[in-house]
Nanobody, 116 residues
């Protein structure tokens, strides 16, 4: 099993930046990819960014050029970061960390609100 702990959400003004973190523990050697998804009220959950174990990345069209996913690996944990710059009100959503093994694991979600 994989455990995911997210942090870093909050309230930010338009044009500002935030960095989200997601620490994975447990069977981290089985993780094929980790990423971030988001869900705004009344909308479907959508891909924000993901990174495979080999380092390949892909981003949702609406965040390309503004968000960057990165990863830091330690002995027993893998932490994935999402650096979010030039934030817009439409980026407001609950952001969920995701880890893909033979199963899919989700974090508890962290709220990001972009508002003046």
């Amino acid at each position: 099993q994989v455990q995911l702990v997210e942090s870093g959400g909050g309230l930010v003004q338009p044009g500002g930046s935030l960095r989200l973190s997601c620490a994975a523990s447990g069977s981290i050697s089985s993780i094929g990819a980790m990423g971030w998804y988001r869900q705004a009220p009344g909308k479907q959950r959508e891909l924000v960014a993901r990174m495979t174990s080999g380092g390949s990345t892909n981003y949702g069209d609406s965040v390309k050029g503004r968000f960057t996913i990165s990863r830091d690996s330690a002995k027993n944990t893998v932490t994935v970061f999402l650096q979010m710059n030039s934030l817009k009100p439409e980026d407001t959503a609950v952001y969920y960390c995701n880890a893909l093994t033979r199963l899919v694991y989700w974090g508890q979600g962290t709220q990001v609100t972009v508002s003046s």
